[in-house]
Structure formats: C-alpha cells, structure tokens
C-alpha cells in the first residue's frame, strides 16, 4: 500500500537515480521513514575529475543517534501493539544514516521515496514508499531533505532541526517538528547572558544553517540587551585541523570569559580535542541544546573544560519500557545486519572477525546491562522523546485520516484503508493533531509546524562520586509575557571549573552610582569609561547611561549618588559675620544714647545751645534708628522684613540726612550775618522743622509708591550659586529702591557743598568744618558702595548693605558730636557764653 502511483514513481525513479539500502526496516501497512545520524564521520575521496568519485563512507558510531532510531523503532512496535491507534493497521519503518552531512542526507531521502527493489533495471517500486519521515538531526541535513520531498509533499517531522528558517510555511510546507525553534532557544540564551551580568561574550558556531541562524538570532538580541560580541568564529567538522586550531587560538587570547557555542555534535566534538591540544581552560562555556545534554561529553576528559557549563534544553521525561527494549538489542535479532554488529563491537571493544589483532571475539552473548553506555542511557531522555512524540504524531495523523474507531457506537472501529493515500493528506492531518502522551505531555503544532517552547536551563555539576550529572536551575517558556518567560530557581549555580564563584566577563568594569557611560571611540558600546556626573547631577544605580539633572531646590551630594536638598544660604544671627554686624548695630544705637544723654545733661550750656539743641536731638535720635534698622537686614528673609529694611532705612537716612541740611543752613545762616550780635543763630524754630519735615515727607511718598506698585519680596537666589539657594530680598522694583538711595543721596551732597562753602568760620564755633568730614565720608562710603552692592555674592549683598549704613552712622556720629563732646566733657572752661561770643567776634572783625 504505497503513498504514491506507479506513472509518479516512474519519474521519481528517472530524476533520484540509484538509491540507497535502509540500516534498519521492517513491513507494514504505514510506513514511516527515519534518517538519523548514525555515524559522525564521513571520508572525503579525492576529486581527480578524471575517474569516477569514490562513494561517500561513514564511519564511527555514534550510539545517542542508535539511540534515537532504536526509540522510533520502539515507539511504531508500542503503536503496533495498541488496540486504542489504528487498531486493525501495522506500521513499518525504514531507516536511513544520514552521517550529519547534507551529501548522505541527499541519499538517504532518496532511498526513502524510492524504495529498495530493483526491477527490469530500474530502482523504484510504489510498494516501498514512506508516508512520512522522522528526521533529521541536524538543520542543514533537513533542509536538503526537504528541498527534495517538499516537491512530493512527504511530511517530514525532525526531533532535532532547530533552525528558525525551517519555521518558514512558504519554503517549507510539509515540515513540522517536536523540538522549538532557535528563534527562541537564541533569544533565551542572549537574555541568560544579560541576566548573569555577562556583557562581554565570544561566541562560536557550527558554519550551516543551524550555526548561522542560530548565531545570527543571538547576536540580534544580544545587542538588544546590551550584550556586546568580542569575536564571532565558526567551524565545520570537515575543516582542516589548522582552521580549527586558529579559532581556539582566537578564543584563548580573547578577553571574553564567557564562550556562547553554538555549535552540532560535530563541531563541538573536534573544537573540544583542539581545546584539550592548547590547554583552554577556565571559560565559562553557555552552549547550545545540540550538545548541552549530550551524554558522551559528561566525562573526565572534558571535565576541566565543560565543568560548570550553562545552557537550555527541552524537558527531560520518562519513556516506560524503554531501557527494556534498548537492552534487547542484539546482532541476533538480525545476523546479516551490518549496523548492528558495527554497534556491538564499538560498544564492547569486540569484533566479529577473529583476524584482527589485538580485539577480542565477539560472541554476541556479551550483556548491554553490564556496562554503562550512551545507548542504555535514559537518565536524560530529551530528545529521544521528541522522536517519541514525532512518531505518535503520525501515528494520530493517520488514525485521524482513516477515520479509525469512529463509526457510530463501535468501539475500536477497524481503519479504513484509502488505495488513494496522498502525502498531502497526511501533512493536513498532521496540523490538526492534539493528543496527550501517557506521561501527559501535550503534542500539538502551531502554524508552522512548531510545538510550544519551553525550556529548562541546565547546569553541568559534579555529583559526590565525580560524574558529571545535569541539573535543572531554571527554565524558559517563550509562550508567557516577557517579565515571567525566564525564571532561575534556589539551586546554586556552578560556574567554570567547578568553581561556586559566578565569572565576570566585562569589556569595562561597572560603573559606580555617581558615574555615568562614556562609549570610548571605536569601541563596542560595552567597552566605556566612567565620568563622574557633573556638579547638580546624579545616577543613583550602577552602569548608568546618563546622569540626570537634581530638582531646582535640590543638589548632589559629594559621591553624586542623590540629590540632597540645597543649603539654604541668608546671613543670620547665628554666624560670626552677622553676629559681628548685629553687635556693631546695638553698639552704635547704644553710643549714640550715650551722647544723647552727654547732650541731655548739657542741654543749658552755651555749647549745646549754639549747636541748635533741638536738631541736635532729632539728628541724635535718626542716627539710633539708622544703627537699629540695619538689624532688620540680619536674620531669615520675610514678606515684612523685605518691605522693612529698604524702607526703613530709606526714611531713617532721608530724617538724618534733613537735620543736618537744616543744621548747615543754620550755621551758614547765623555767620554770613553782617552785625556781631547776630553770630548766634537765631533761625526760626518753626522754619527748621517745616524744612526737615519737607524733606523727610517726600522720601516717606516715594517710599509708599514703591510699597505700592512693587514692593520687595522674599526670593530664592538659584541662579547666582547652583549649589545653594541664596534667601535674599527681592527690591521688587529696581527704580523704588535706586530713588530711595538716589535722593539720600542728593540731600547728603547739598549738605556737602552747603558745609563746604561754610568751612572757614571762626575756630571756637566752626561746626560746619566737621559737618563737611561727615558728608564726605558719608559720600566715600556710599559711592563704595554702589559697585560693591552690584559684584557681590548672596549673603554678602546684605553684608555690605549693613555696613555701608554703619560707617556711615558711625561717621556722621564722630565726626559731628565727637568734638562737641570732648568739649562738654574734657574741656567744660570753654563751655562759657563770654568764651564763644568772645572768640566769635574776635575772629569775626578779623
């Protein structure tokens, strides 16, 4: 009962040519094909282009492949057995070596739609036709069989071909698989390597599409991840030694502590030889699943290499009767069957032939239970499973299409055979398979003919006897949201070389909190230095891109690892300078009661009337309000103080500067008159105080207006001093607080000239000499100030404002009452009326 018709084989038969004879067969209803890599190397004759090539020859055997075609065997005799699948068909089989290389797969695929009779000549029966096929192991290998059978729609099911191009529909209709794509086994393995803090990664890959694509995913996503790629190698099993040895060389002078292979059997087996030649050791190996469960690489002579190596890997199960079955394999079960005493004699170092020297004879009563063998093996059964579940998987297919078991209310309804069976009915009944294994494993395939991915992470430990045994750490589930896919469990991790110290592979150290990245130019982006922020700037994790700016009321602190609030800066009373200046206010205020008592307890003398006691005392109390309001300078910035201190140091000053206006006027008044008699000033009272009230009234006007159209206001000095908020007094309007200055100061000038002008009176009663000192250190001070004012920094601004208006007070008070004081005090015999009307018109008539 073929797949195809007789005109269909013909052709077949004029395009494949000759095929080849299948290692293991059997007969039955449905036949399934099988190609597996039974042997891993193959010769390479010499192409002379003169004689006819010599045929491809594989050799060296290679038992977990045995393994796989001993468990598709397994698992048809199991479906065979079943009363519940295709309960009235048999299944045959029909296994082909594809040796790992696309040549023997070409070959092998050819075998298995031909078939092996040969008639009149030719080599092609409908009566050996496969209605699907079990491999192959390796992507390349898949390919080639698939351009081949995909012209046929033959559906081919691998266990092991995890190239992610084979997930293409269009290119490859008839293929499904039991094994995920490397689209996510790549993309696991670049967020394994990001999540472990491994940025800096050499890699190594077989050079075929599995290798290549495989690669290629991973590096995409590497990048993605911020994973950077110190060098990129790849390998083929049938290069030269030296091109092998120069990748291992690569690999040791490398950087990189962390080596991502992926690499097949194959090229894993000849680089790890090389890698024993050269000593490479204590790399952290992450590796593919194409080798990282492989059985016959978990011994001591790959220990100092492989020991703590990571990678994923499919969900290992049980399989029941299995390591029964594969003990019962024996060259007895077929005597003329060239494999299996091929299998016999390298699992027992044994031959059948007696001549060869120094081997012992095979017998073929020696015992598989006796010894330990990758074959017996089912400690890991990953993807013996996959061939397992390939083969249940057409098994349903067919049970499906011949409607088996599904007439009315008969249980276990004999099959309906089709003699019109088309291939493509088989890979539409494969779609829609969805079954449960007993071991309660889902199969099913998605639109590309994927099954689900989900993935244990494995890790390569040493158990107490010194075998290397496999233990799960994690897993991966591509079908969960992105932040649940990947999950590491409790279990310590063992690193390369056995070590419980997880390697750093870094092209630069990591850097700090208070530093940012810096890409160094012509480098990956992972090969950075490290620039500490900037002031006003912080990174608070380590490895920071970029360091982001404080808020405007908060700066970095001294490692620029957070933002900390500013330092609040106002002159306060509570530091030397404003403690200092506080104490200078109280002692001028203080100084000039003093004098006002002198003044008070002498107010009858000659000498304090002739100085027009009453504008003495106002003058006396505008200087105690002028040394008091530079208090209102001192301490925190508020609403009122701000109003306060300009304002009223503007009137006090404007007060001050009114009296000694009226007092000069005075005094020139008194002595440019041309009778003796009027040398006393006799000023009308009542004139004086209209003259000081004028004056001071007008600076009291200017000052509401400023309160009232812009009054100062309390304000945080940002800009001045990034580092510090500077708490000062807004003027609110600059022309208010210049107008205030600016007539004070025009009052203090006419008080100059006026006292200039009146400077040579006579000696015993010359008081506009010493008003014109006053007026003149009083102008020197505040036309100091002014650019002072201008250039100076936050809490200094105010400083130099308190002391502009001491020096002032302070000269003003010496420099007019100091004299008259020493007179009062020191010198009380010239305190006499006949002493200054004396002298007075003595130097009057002079």
Known sequence: MGAFGAEEDTVLCEIMGSPEFPLLSKKGDITIGGAFSIHIQISKPPLSFTDKPQPLKCSRINFREFRFAQTMIFAIEEINNSTSLLPNMSIGYKVFDSCGSTPPSTRAVMGLMNGEERTLGKTCSSQSSVHAIIGASESSSTIVMLQISGNFQIPVISHFATCACLSNRKDYPSFFRTIPSDYYQSRALAKLVKRLGWTWVGTVRSDNDYGNNGMATFIMTANQEGVCIEYSEAISRTDPREQVARVVRVIRNGSARVLVAFLAQG?????????????????????????????????????????????????????????????QVNPSQDPQNKVLREFWEATFGCSFQSSLHGQSQCSGSERLQDINSPFTDVSELRISNNVYKAVYAVAHAMHNMLKCGQSGEVVNQPCIWKDDLEPKQVVKYLQGVNFTLPSGERVLFDGNGDPAAAYELVNWQENQAGDTVFVAVGSYDASLPNEKQFTMNGINIIWAAGSLKKPQSVCSESCLPGFRQAVIKGKPICCFSCVPCAAGEISNSSNSGECSRCPLEYWSNEDHSQCVPKVIEFLSYGETMGALLATSSLFGASLTLVVTCVFFRFRHTPLVKASNSELSFLLLFSLTLCFLCSLTFVGRPSEWSCMLRHTAFGITFALCMSCILAKTIAVVTAFKAKRPANAVPQCSAPLQRTSVLSCTSLQILVCVLWLTLAPPFPYKNTAHAPERIILQCDLGSPIGFWAVLGYIGFLAVLCFILAFLARKLPDNFNEAKFI??????????????????????????????IFAILASSFGLLFCIFAPKCYLLLLKPETNTKKHMIGRNQKNHYK
């Open 267 to 327: 090229e894993m087996d000849i680089l790890l030889e090389e890698a024993l030649n050269q000593n490479m050791t204590g790399l952290q190996w992450v590796g593919s699943e194409s080798w990282i469960t492989a059985g016959h690489l978990a011994n001591k002579r790959y220990s100092a290499i492989l020991t703590g190596s990571l990678g994923f890997t499919i969900r290992k199960t049980t399989i029941t009767g299995l390591r029964e079955f594969l003990l």
């Open 772 to 801: 014109t000192f006053s007026m003149l250190i009083f102008c020197a001070v505040w036309v100091t100030f002014i650019p002072a004012y201008v250039s100076s920094p936050g809490k200094f601004t105010v400083a130099i404002e």
